[in-house]
């Protein structure tokens, strides 16, 4: 089957740096996307990874292996504002996004 | 975690016609769905809210006539693209949300149709 998994919750503090890990299972991939979603909103888009590789946006930063399946999505200098949840999603070989269930992020002063 | 089905996965169809989307939510009651589309390599835009038994919040720039949205029960919402153009090819996404027994919201997604128009 095809699944995704990252943590269901993780606790960081305001100024530090946080990862959130994502890994997949998929038949097939056209690349993956990391989104936030504040409570009662709906997500934004973060970054998009079809390559092996860092990408660097800002405060953001998102990672891919493809031969490992895994992604990380990194946050640094944390705000306050970044309490969120993280939705990493896969699309796979029939383009279908495969969506994991997301991280809530909690950040504490 | 609950599941929302859309169906179909993918659709080719003429130009002019028209093509009727699905979204169930199979395990929960959704009171709000939400209707995204996407382009290759770009962020989920935001289409339309849809509550049960109400008309469709649209977003700016998005034709209520043409992107018609049904809502009729708490696990059914329909996106209907009228009179479509190969402008329309995009992948549609749905997302439910729920509102579980202690009062906190999740959403949940679809996992998207793919529609080419020719």
């Keep these: 089957g095809q699944n995704i998994d990252q943590p269901t919750e993780m ?5 530090a740096i946080v990862q959130i890990n994502c890994t997949y299972q998929t ?21 998009y990874n079809v390559l092996d590789g860092l990408e660097e946006k800002g405060r953001f930063s998102s990672f891919l292996s493809r031969s490992k399946g895994y992604s ?13 949840s993280y939705l990493c999603a896969v699309m ?4 279908q996004l495969i969506w994991g269930a997301g991280t809530k992020l909690i950040i504490k002063p | 975690g609950a599941v929302v089905s859309q169906h ?11 093509v009727k989307i699905e979204c169930r939510s199979l395990d929960f009651q959704a009171t709000t769905m939400f ?11 935001l289409m339309a809210t849809s509550n049960e038994g109400s008309k469709a919040t649209y977003e700016q720039g998005v034709e209520k006539d043409k992107f018609l949205i049904n809502h009729a029960s708490l696990t059914l919402s329909t996106l209907t693209v009228t009179s479509a153009h190969p402008e329309d090819s995009s ?5 439910a949300r729920e509102v579980d027994s202690g009062g906190e919201i999740e959403q949940f997604f679809g996992p998207g149709t793919r529609l080419t128009v020719l």
């Design chain 1, 11 to 15: 606790t960081a503090t305001e100024g």
């Design chain 1, 27 to 47: 038949s097939g991939f056209n690349g993956l996307f990391w989104y936030q979603q504040h409570a009662g909103e709906a997500p934004t888009f973060l970054s």
């Design chain 1, 72 to 84: 990380y999505l990194l946050l640094k200098e944390l705000q306050m504002k970044d309490s969120a």
């Design chain 1, 92 to 95: 796979d070989s029939n383009y």
């Design chain 2, 8 to 18: 179909p996965s993918w659709v080719i169809c003429k130009s002019g016609t028209s």
């Design chain 2, 35 to 45: 209707w995204y589309r996407q382009f290759p390599k770009q962020s989920l835009m």
């Design chain 2, 91 to 95: 992948f549609y996404i749905c997302s």
